[in-house]
């Protein structure tokens, strides 16, 4: 079953309108026609054997978190019991404040029956802040494609 969101319903950050399908039994809010129609197309390879997994906004960290001061850099999986969980820094006493890691979601991470994985970004234009992502994704996980389908 298909829901429309009408415009103007809500706090307007996109010019897309929302779709919702159910997803395994549960609603699910696409932030476009586009995507919504992909989903589709995909549930439909799933059916015909083409496709064994679709998964939903697969999320991919491209830069850990960390805390800097004095010229050293602290990253949270390498120091995590003796500096994240203090909040001061180790030379000086200072606080250290906490840079968030960068993450890249991706709309679809599909899985074919022969193994290999894609990655699916639906796009009606590219921004700057996703190419540079797409450029950092690519770098780190050279072994996965990254499809960008334009609409």
């Not at 909040?87 to 599909?110: E, H, Q």
């Not at 029956?113 to 992502?133: A, R």
Request: overall charge positive.
């Amino acid at each position: 079953m298909i829901w429309h969101k009408k415009r103007g319903t809500g706090p307007r950050v996109k010019n897309a309108q929302k779709t919702t399908l159910d997803v395994d039994g549960q609603p699910h809010t696409f932030p476009s026609k586009a995507e919504a129609a992909r989903y589709l197309q995909l549930k439909c390879l799933e059916k015909a054997g083409i496709v064994t997994r679709i998964e939903l906004q697969p999320e991919f960290e491209l830069q850990p978190a960390y805390k800097k001061c004095h010229g050293v850099v602290f990253t949270y999986e390498e120091d995590y019991k003796r500096l994240f969980k203090k909040a001061t820094c180790p030379v000086c006493g200072k606080k250290m404040p906490l840079t968030r890691a960068i993450t890249y979601v991706a709309d679809f991470r599909v899985t074919y029956t022969d193994g290999h994985q894609e990655l699916e970004d639906i796009k009606g234009f590219s921004t700057e802040i996703f190419l540079l992502k797409k450029k950092l994704f690519e770098f780190k996980y050279p072994d996965l494609t990254l499809d960008v389908v334009k609409v």
